[in-house]
């Protein structure tokens, strides 16, 4: 479980990465239904660290005060050398069991402990290229919002690092836990990491509205058959374009992410009604108990029963 989480302040980060962790895992939201954690931000020279943009924060708490967390948060900081002190810290807290999360050029200080040597990792589109040349161990994927390799996550730029931390907060605590800091945050609660990071064209402001049009209709249909024909027909586009610029707007297919809405749907009901897998899979257009187990085992690797277990209402109270 996800209970204690340290962000590290190292000297010149940008404040907008380094305010992410803070806003995701900082705030007791506890009055609108949200999980509050034990947080620190911890630097390993206590005092004034400066920022990207030239002013100092005042950090009180060393890298000690970050000892046996649950999660270390590295936010952006660019593509140069690190202060070694970060370094050790990393090694020995992912070896204590602490989950890493990187956001941004954070992955070149994750990738400078060689914790991510052998696996798979995201960091900004532009970075990308200085990233496979600084450390060839490591597979640099820079086509996605975020890569999860269980106690390692990697995320590109600013906004995906929102969407690293809910999907380690959804991962670990469940889907209400993450609705609910997004919620507050007034931002999607949901976008998968294997979503594209960069959309060369973006396409027309009408063509946006449609496909939003129609997403929605989807989410309040998730327990029909849809068909990228009845789909298409909806947002007056054939099939083809249709297809071709839901990926382009969206960076997914239509079938991705109506297969992970319904998957969202059901986690939600798994947590808060006491429904059988049956009817979940019903409402949600699975279909058979059986299809939803497949994509449960698929998608989070568990079942649905376990899920219930571990999220549950009553599991929870």
Known sequence: ML???????????????????????????????????????????????RTSLGFDMVIDNGLDEADGVDLVVVPAHGTGEVDPAYLEFL???????????????????LAATGLLDGRR???HWMHA??????????????????VDEGTLVTSAGTSAGIDACLHLVRRELGVGAANAIA????????????????????????????LASVMDWMIENLDRDL????????????????????????????????????????????????D???????ATGFGSAAVLRHHFSRVLQTTP????RAFGERQLA
């Not at 020995?92 to 200080?109: D, E, K, P, Q």
């Not at 290229?129 to 975020?146: E, K, N, Q, S």
């Not at 919620?183 to 402001?205: K, L, S, T």
């Not at 029963?305 to 219930?308: D, L, P, Q």
């Open 3 to 49: 209970h204690s989480v340290a962000v590290l302040a190292i000297e010149g980060l940008p404040p907008f990465e380094f305010g992410v962790a803070c806003e995701v895992f900082g705030i007791d939201r506890r009055d609108t239904g949200g999980p509050v954690f034990d947080f620190r931000v911890v630097t390993a020279h206590p005092g004034p660290v």
């Open 91 to 109: 090694r020995r807290a992912h070896a204590n069991g602490a989950t890493i999360l990187s956001i941004c050029s954070g992955a070149f200080v």
């Open 121 to 123: 990792a995201s960091t």
């Open 129 to 146: 290229d200085a990233l496979r040349r600084l450390h060839p161990a490591v597979t640099v994927d820079p086509d996605v919002l975020y």
């Open 183 to 210: 919620r507050r945050m007034v931002i999607p609660a949901q976008r998968d990491g294997g979503q594209a990071q960069f959309i060369g064209a973006p396409i027309a402001e009408r063509c946006s509205d449609s």
């Open 227 to 274: 068909t990228v024909d009845e789909l298409a027909r909806r947002a007056l586009m054939s099939p083809r374009t249709f297809a071709r610029r839901f990926r382009a707007d969206v960076g997914t297919t239509p079938g991705a992410w109506l297969n992970r809405q319904r998957l969202l749907r059901a986690q939600n009901l798994l947590e808060e009604t006491d």
């Open 276 to 282: 059988t897998l049956e009817a979940i899979a019903a």
């Open 305 to 308: 029963t376990a899920y219930r």
